[in-house]
């Protein structure tokens, strides 16, 4: 299993960029789906979650109308369009895939163990 994070980059502060993440060797319509972000010396944590229609998703409070986690099945992706950015935001950003096959809308979905592929990374950096 691949999970390739692309789409990274610098961008000044107030300004947007778009994740994607492919998925390889993955039944991905069948996974419940999410981007996780470590800043540096800081702990991983959830970005958002998207359940295997894209019905269903899930947002830390911090990003919450600032960013829009979105799926397209017949592509294997699923994508994290960020806008409004802060240097807050400053971070490597992972995609994951479920491996519970259960999503809810709760703070459990943030939970790392539920994730079991993760991708490498890209690194998304917000001046100033």
């Known amino acids: 299993v691949q999970l390739q994070a692309s789409g990274g980059g610098l961008v000044q502060a107030g300004g947007s960029l778009r994740l994607s993440c492919a998925a390889l060797g993955l039944t991905f319509s069948s996974h419940h789906m999410a981007w996780f972000r470590q800043a540096q010396g800081k702990e991983r944590e959830f970005v958002a979650g998207?359940?295997?229609?894209?019905?269903?998703?899930y947002y830390r409070a911090s990003v919450k109308g600032r960013f829009t986690i979105s799926r397209d099945n017949a592509e294997n992706k699923v994508y994290l369009q960020m806008i409004s950015l802060r240097p807050e935001d400053t971070a490597v950003y992972y995609c994951?895939?479920?491996?519970?096959?259960?999503?809810?809308?709760?703070?459990?979905?943030?939970?790392?163990?539920?994730?079991?592929?993760w991708g490498q990374g890209t690194l998304v950096t917000v001046s100033s």
């Open positions: 998207i359940s295997w229609s894209g019905s269903s998703t």
């Open positions: 994951a895939a479920d491996i519970t096959g259960l999503f809810e809308r709760t703070p459990r979905t943030m939970d790392r163990s539920k994730y079991g592929y």
